[in-house]
């Protein structure tokens, strides 16, 4: 077996992947309007859209059994690693310099420390978040205790890096069975966290609260899709690319359900989105055929922008926050500039995708 070949892409799950992200970064551009509201969570606008992180991770799951459990009698572990560091870490490289040059624009009431860090502090934040080395919140330099302040989306990656080493090192040798075991238990995790907690919001920064959140986060979907794989079960539906982008993004923009008296019923709502909506949908998107060239170059598109759109929205939204925070504009008085901003990522995201992401993992596939 060749390993420098690539497999057939599923066109659908990358369409999907795409959708999700632009939700994410919808999100994000909203989230600039509720962060200092009193309201928050209970207000929010595509409220759940936090959850595309654990659809990613059953994606995740769902692909890497795809491309590499029947490829480990010629391939090491080492090289395995490495192929993943390829594929992922380019753009952790980019988002992470888009931090520094926007880090200073983000000055304000909603990130306080900002204005009296130095240069050097934050070149050195630089090069802790290229090695992906975890911060704690006693040297935080903008004020929100992220782990990778300058691009705080890149949490996700440090929990997917260690999906992929726990892949290589112990779970591709799990039976279906073995399997199977992991993912109920790690299922009866995401179902305490949600009721208890009333959601999965958390992951992004060092102490045991959300360290707790984000491997419980990350253990059920990554190895649910992993166990969809090996089981072999898809969906077969007519329109399928249709059907899958509307109830993804029909669950991800329900409002948040009940009060802070009854969070437990978020919980559970989002608990049934982890554990059977995205497994199901995850499903019918492996299971379906994209027909007409439209649709599957517009999910090609949306496959190869998805990951630039995840990695370059944040350091962009931190300014745009605290412009937010700065003239107490209301979602209504500054629909235009987060539509400004929205479309500015997407432009900066498909310029880091096609002159950037794409060539350089390109060469560094030669290398493999």
């Known amino acids: 077996m060749n390993l420098s070949q690539t497999k057939p892409h599923y066109e659908i799950l990358d369409g999907l992947r795409g959708i999700a992200a632009i939700m994410v970064l919808g999100f994000h551009v909203l989230e600039a309007y509720y962060v200092t509201d009193i309201a928050g969570k209970y207000g929010q606008l595509l409220n759940h859209s936090y959850l595309a992180v654990d659809f990613f991770f059953v994606l995740s799951g769902f692909v890497i059994g795809y491309a590499y459990d029947d490829r480990w009698e010629k391939m090491s572990i080492l090289n395995f690693l490495k192929r993943r560091v390829f594929r992922l870490h380019p753009m952790v490289i980019f988002?992470?310099?888009l931090g520094i040059i926007m880090f200073y624009f983000g000055a304000g009431e909603v990130f306080p420390l900002i204005k009296d860090i130095p240069l050097w502090r934050v070149l050195l934040y630089a090069v802790i978040g290229i090695l992906m080395i975890p911060t704690p919140p006693s040297i935080d330099i903008r004020g929100w205790q992220e782990m990778y302040t300058l691009d705080a989306p890149t949490w996700t990656l440090a929990f997917e890096y260690f999906a992929n080493l726990l892949y290589a090192l112990v779970i591709r040798r799990f039976s279906k069975i073995a399997l199977s075991v992991l993912v109920f238990v790690a299922a009866c995790a995401t179902l305490h966290l949600t009721l208890t907690q009333g959601?999965?919001?958390?992951?992004?920064?060092?102490?045991?609260?959300?360290?707790?959140?984000?491997?419980?986060?990350?253990m059920f979907p990554f190895f649910a899709g992993l166990l969809l794989y090996r089981l072999g079960k898809v969906v077969r539906v007519q329109r399928s690319f249709l059907w899958c982008s509307l109830l993804l993004v029909a669950v991800l923009v329900v409002p948040r359900i009940g009060g802070p008296e009854s969070d437990w019923m978020n919980g559970a709502y989002e608990a049934a989105v982890i554990i059977v909506i995205f497994p199901l949908i995850v499903a019918i998107g492996?299971?379906?055929?994209?027909?007409?060239?439209?649709?599957?170059q517009?999910?090609?598109?949306?496959?190869?922008?998805?990951?630039?759109?995840y990695l370059v929205n944040y350091p962009i939204c931190y300014v745009h926050t605290a412009w937010v925070?700065?003239?107490?504009?209301t979602i209504a008085e500054g629909a235009w500039v987060a539509a400004g901003v929205f479309t500015t990522i997407l432009l900066i995201s498909y310029a880091a995708m096609r002159f950037y992401d794409i060539p350089v993992r390109k060469w560094l596939r030669k290398k493999t």
Request: charged residues 20%; proline residues 2%.
């Open 298 to 309: 517009l999910c090609k598109l949306l496959g190869d922008i998805s990951y630039p759109v």
């Open 199 to 218: 959601d999965v919001i958390g992951g992004w920064t060092v102490d045991a609260k959300h360290l707790h959140i984000g491997f419980t986060r990350l």
């Open 95 to 97: 988002g992470t310099i």
């Open 286 to 296: 492996a299971g379906g055929k994209v027909k007409g060239k439209f649709v599957s």
């Open 325 to 329: 925070a700065k003239t107490k504009c």
